[in-house]
């Protein structure tokens, strides 16, 4: 069941991504830095995310992915399938 994850900006999240259509793969989130906004929303590695700000990562690439994350200001809302 999917979850929404609301990290308050701005950035830095503190988290890496891996994955996007381009690799084949789901965006996932490879790891968490101790202490980041990521790690106080409870964000885990492992976790796959299916819409960044309402949008769906289906057939996002690596890059427009990082690039929304980017471009989120005042805060990220992930959703995500744990």
């Known amino acids: 069941m999917p979850q929404n994850v609301i990290l308050q900006g701005p950035a830095p999240w503190g988290f890496r991504l891996s994955g ?3 690799f084949n793969q789901p965006l996932i989130v490879t ?3 101790p202490g980041s906004k990521a ?3 409870n964000l ?17 690439t690596h890059n427009e992915a990082q690039e929304r994350i980017k471009a989120a200001a005042h805060q990220l809302c992930l959703k995500i399938e744990r």
């Open 20 to 22: 996007g259509i381009d």
């Open 31 to 33: 790891r968490i830095t």
């Open 39 to 41: 790690s106080a929303a």
């Open 44 to 60: 885990c590695p492992g976790d796959v995310i299916v819409a960044i700000d309402g949008l769906s990562t289906e057939n996002m």
